[in-house]
């Protein structure tokens, strides 16, 4: 197993390559939560219109804590999350600090019928056993995906109102921010970003199951978070939703998915917890069509990039196809070598299994043999 970084560049002067990457973000205009509930447009109908901004600071980007991974052995998701975390509480209290606590969850379709692709409801349950042991304000339970409250509804994560200090938000209704990607040819393109995605005064946990991907091989922590960031109403009849814009249709969309992805976490885009679940996975057409994988860990971790770094192996996937995250790992984001990082609890080489891939993995690799040398 190779872990050097396919970018020699970004390897030998990360820091620098990202502080160039970022330097037009640092001065964009975000808007922000204002807890005690959520802020919410100022109109009743969800916007993707950005309103007057009251900071300009930046989520952080590079990650200099410790590559904690802690996993645990499990069929029961609610103990597998829960006990998942529990090593790594001391860090994770004090990084949430002050800060507002928001759980996003991975809906994507929000019919009973594609529950199995959700984030499942004792998972999270676990995740909010653990957070109640020592954060006493109400927890942000946010998705914004099209229509989150449907799927708020159809999984059964109106229960949580009665059980937890929590509240259930669409995040679409937070006001977005313009930023910049890549379209089809390579072209700065604009995209609409939800503001709770970019306010540094947000504790961002990200909570999803294994999945395979159409587009990026597999869904694991940050895939959650980069895809949840574009603003999810569904645009009127012909026009192009902005989370498709990730992802342009044609040749070499792996490509452009994961340089997208790359581009987003520049912005601060990304999670400060990652939580996932190898319980009940998804394998073949993921992320909303595939079949069911049973398995027996979860894992969590701080450090996003080395969460899913272990979660690529224990999906039985080659990292070297991985890009968007070797992208993120060479510049600065986390640590992807997994002889360098600090794991606690279960050995994940006893939980690997094999994923079977897409249908379409074929045209998710065929850019990966690309000469990047320099």
């Known amino acids: 197993m190779n872990n050097k970084p396919l970018l020699p560049f970004l390897a030998s002067d990360r820091r620098s390559f990202l502080k160039n990457t970022i330097a037009g973000a640092s001065g964009l205009a ?28 930046m989520r952080e980007v590079l990650y200099s804590g410790p590559s904690n991974v802690s996993l645990y052995a499990s069929t029961d998701q609610r103990e597998a999350s829960y006990k998942a975390l529990k090593p790594l509480q001391s860090e994770i209290e ?4 002050d800060k507002q606590v928001v759980l996003k969850l991975n809906l994507t379709q929000t019919k009973l019928k594609n529950y199995k692709g959700a984030t499942d409801t004792n998972f999270s349950r ?40 929590v509240k259930l938000v669409d995040l679409n209704n937070e006001g977005t921010t313009k930023m910049w990607i890549h379209d089809a040819l390579y072209n700065p393109g604009p995209i609409q970003i939800v503001n709770t995605y970019l306010d540094p005064n947000v504790y ?28 999810g109403v569904r645009p009127p009849k012909g026009g192009r939703p902005q989370k498709a814009l990730m992802h342009p249709r044609g040749a070499k969309r ?35 069509n595939g079949e069911v994988v049973e398995g ?42 997994i002889a360098q990082m600090n794991l606690i609890g279960a050995n994940y080489n006893d939980y690997i299994q094999s994923y079977r891939h897409h249908d379409q993995i074929d045209s998710q690799r065929e850019w990966l043999h690309e000469d990047f040398g320099m």
């Open 254 to 288: 792996g490509k452009i998915h994961a340089y997208n992805m790359f581009r987003l976490a520049t912005y601060g885009i990304h999670p400060d917890l990652a939580v996932l679940d190898g319980i009940r996975g998804m394998e073949g057409n993921g992320p909303n």
């Open 296 to 337: 027996k860990i979860a894992l969590a971790s701080q450090d996003w990039v080395a969460a899913d770094r272990i979660g690529v192996e224990l999906m039985g996937f080659n990292y070297e196809e991985m890009k968007w995250l070797q992208f993120c790992s060479a510049a600065g984001m986390g640590n992807d070598d």
């Open 204 to 231: 961002m946990i990200s909570a999803t199951r294994f999945k395979t991907h159409d587009s990026t091989i597999a869904t694991l922590s940050y895939k959650n978070i980069a895809l949840g960031a574009p603003y």
């Open 30 to 57: 975000l808007g922000s939560l204002a807890f005690g509930g959520c802020a919410k447009a100022e109109e009743e109908t969800p916007t993707a219109e950005t309103s007057e901004p009251n900071y300009r600071k």
């Open 94 to 97: 004090q990084a949430i600090g």
């Open 126 to 165: 676990g995740i909010l056993d653990f957070l109640s042991e020592f954060y006493d304000r109400p927890i942000i339970i946010g998705e914004s995906c099209p229509n989150p409250m449907e799927g708020f509804t159809n999984y059964g994560y109106t229960d949580f109102l009665k059980e937890y200090n």
